[in-house]
T-cell receptor, first 109, second 114 residues
Framework: GIQVEQSPPDLILQEGANSTLRCNFSDSVNNLQWFHQNPWGQLINLFYIPSGTKQNGRLSATTVATERYSLLYISSSQTTDSGVYFCAVGSNTGNQFYFGTGTSLTVIP | NAGVTQTPKFQVLKTGQSMTLQCAQDMNHEYMSWYRQDPGMGLRLIHYSVGAGITDQGEVPNGYNVSRSTTEDFPLRLLSAAPSQTSVYFC?????????????FGPGTRLTVL
């Protein structure tokens, strides 16, 4: 299967700070998604971004498929951004989906 | 739309017992899947289905069975529960298999096997 590595594993920010989360993957993909798991365990899709750049409010994401990485940017962080951010990819061959181990973000007031 | 629903929310089993985790979606999605999430690890795919009557194994299928008799439902069966199956289980669905764009997740089932 595809190996998905996320960094950093843990991140603590002061409210208002910016951050960049990284996702590296080991093979070509036809699907890449970023998810936020809130403190209650619910997984919410943030971006579907197999290539290119997208923005949604204070969040944006960029995937460089040829170099096999994706970045998630969080600007002006808020306490509600706390939780675990997962990157997940789908293989070009087959129908499986592979998750990274996540970045745990804590935003302090 | 209710989205993806899972029942039960919590379950405690004894070793050797069997049970079925229920998953349903009302979005007419082709693709459905089951994951388990263990502490310090990401989600790992157990089984998936690309349509009614079609299922396949993921990364960690041992000890689990699935079936997909309708588009809406995708139950996960634990045949003989083991403590190693203590985990949080998530069901997910997406519209198509070809692009698998946005995946929608259920709220999860927290399972403890004693």
């Amino acid at each position: 299967g595809i190996q998905v590595e996320q960094s950093p594993p843990d991140l603590i920010l002061q409210e208002g700070a910016n951050s960049t989360l990284r996702c590296n993957f080991s093979d070509s993909v036809n699907n890449l998604q970023w998810f936020h798991q809130n403190p209650w365990g619910q997984l919410i899709n943030l971006f579907y971004i197999p290539s290119g750049t997208k923005q949604n409010g204070r969040l944006s994401a960029t995937t460089v498929a040829t170099e096999r990485y994706s970045l998630l940017y969080i600007s002006s962080s808020q306490t509600t951004d706390s939780g675990v951010y997962f990157c997940a990819v789908g293989s070009n061959t087959g129908n499986q989906f592979y998750f990274g181990t996540g970045t745990s973000l804590t935003v302090i007031p | 739309n209710a989205g993806v629903t899972q029942t039960p929310k919590f379950q405690v089993l004894k070793t050797g017992q069997s049970m079925t985790l229920q998953c349903a979606q009302d979005m007419n999605h082709e693709y459905m899947s089951w994951y388990r999430q263990d502490p310090g690890m990401g989600l790992r795919l157990i089984h998936y289905s690309v349509g009614a009557g079609i299922t396949d194994q993921g990364e960690v299928p041992n000890g689990y069975n699935v079936s997909r008799s309708t588009t809406e439902d995708f139950p996960l069966r634990l045949l003989s529960a083991a403590p190693s199956q203590t985990s949080v289980y998530f069901c997910a669905s997406s519209l198509t298999t070809h692009r698998r764009d946005t995946q929608y997740f259920g709220p999860g089932t927290r399972l403890t096997v004693l």
